[in-house]
């Protein structure tokens, strides 16, 4: 048996060459994609198990019941939800921004903790005392203790620095320094606390565990109890927001399906050489061709009442249209009451057939004959009050519109 048997021999051609391109694409993207979970990834991100990623130290403070949680919003929607529980961790964040530098202002004026590494971890801090380093080390500097902070007894810690502190502010404490030059950096801004590092390094996969380098982390932390912690992702490139899930490999495909489409339907129309003539119109069938199949219809779907319901609703709209009181709800013997009011000369069995056919409407082992005759009798009680309202028909006798009503029914 042939694969795709029923489809014509060039779609199946066609469908074969398009899947065939398609898992080759998929296999080359594979291979070729560079991983980003690689040691040679800078990035300290919690997402990333290689050397320079953070993912360690984040699982680390989950299993110690520390409340953490990535933040991959803009950092201005923390800003807004800010208090003095509030512990943000900016490791390595890379932004300008000026709203991503009044978000972390906003955080600290509140009372919130902030730990940020790196250069452009110290250009959003109030301040902006970073500075590039003097000296620039290739390999880990152990870290001088310096002062009688509580941090800075953390104990034997190792970074490699990428960034310097600008020295000379009496309310910038320098914890721990390398080579001379400042590498933690503790102050306080508004209500809130600023633990500033000059790389990342400490809390890295490949170098948190060495000596007392996570010392230093969760000494710069603070205490766990009473405090909600956030580890910023949204500054290491991609910022989430309600309008980012509209984008991704969906509006990818968007952008590019859409045009492929609109030119398959160019393509299409364009083949047409000649003018294309119109469908003949289908030969409409006599009306009693169509009284003939409407009335096997309902016969063969057994729906006697539902003609009879048509009949009757019809019959309430019309009748309450000449009594004044269109668009009212009202039953049989309310509609009856209504109509004796308006048409005084109205036939004797009025009340009587409507409420026979309210019945058989909503019932379901009506019979065909009795449906007809229903039917019938609310045509005949319509005439009866159309005729009455036209002039000279209100000196129409009782007795004349019984008899009709009986021949008809006849």
Not at 154 to 162: N, Y
Not at 342 to 363: I, K, T
Request: a neutral charge.
């Amino acid at each position: 048996m042939r694969f795709l048997s029923s489809l014509d021999a060039k779609d199946r051609k066609l469908l074969l060459w398009c899947l065939g391109i398609g898992l080759t694409l998929a296999v080359l993207t594979g291979f070729l994609l560079p991983s980003a979970n690689d040691n040679d990834n800078p990035l300290p991100s919690t997402y990333l198990s290689g050397r320079h990623g953070a993912r360690a130290a984040y699982e680390t403070l989950l299993r110690s019941n520390y409340p953490i949680e990535r933040w991959e919003r803009p950092l201005s929607e923390l800003a807004e939800t800010a208090g003095p529980e509030t512990v943000v961790i900016l490791a390595q964040p890379f932004t300008r921004e000026g709203s991503d530098i009044k978000a972390v202002r906003t955080i600290l004026e509140r009372g919130g903790r902030v730990l940020s590494t790196g250069f452009w971890g110290g250009f959003i801090l109030p301040g902006e005392a970073s500075e590039t380093p003097k000296e620039f080390n290739f390999s880990a500097c152990k870290l001088e203790p310096e002062g009688l902070n509580a941090l800075a007894g953390s104990g034997e810690v190792w970074m490699v620095p990428q960034a310097s502190w600008q020295v000379g502010n009496p309310a910038h404490r320098v914890d721990y320094s390398c080579a001379g030059q400042p590498a933690v950096v503790e102050y306080d801004w508004g209500k809130g606390h600023v633990v500033w590092w000059a790389n990342s390094t400490p809390l890295e996969n490949g170098s948190l565990a060495r000596a007392q380098d996570l010392d230093l982390f969760l000494n710069s932390l603070g205490p766990r109890e009473g405090h909600r912690f956030y580890w910023d992702e949204s500054l290491h490139g991609e910022v989430r927001s309600n309008w980012s899930y509209a984008s991704g490999p969906s509006l990818t495909l968007l952008q590019i399906g859409l045009p492929v489409l609109g030119l398959l339907v160019l393509l299409s129309f364009s083949r047409r050489s000649g003018p294309v003539r119109e469908l003949p119109a289908p030969a409409r069938a006599t009306p009693v061709e169509f009284l003939q199949a409407l009335g096997s219809l309902y016969s063969n779907a057994g729906a006697a009442s539902a003609a009879v319901a048509i009949a009757w609703e019809r019959f309430r709209r019309q009748s309450l249209r000449l009594c004044g009181l269109r668009g009212q709800q009202m039953s049989a013997s309310e509609l009856a009451a209504a109509i004796r009011r308006r048409f005084p000369q109205a036939d004797d069995s009025l009340e009587a057939d409507l409420e026979a056919c309210q019945d058989a409407a909503w019932g379901e082992s009506t019979l065909p004959r009795e449906a007809l005759k229903l039917i019938q009798k609310l045509h005949g009680h319509l005439e009866s009050l159309t005729a009455a309202i036209k002039p000279g028909g209100q000196g129409m006798r009782s007795e004349e519109l019984h008899f009709k009503q009986k021949e008809r029914a006849s």
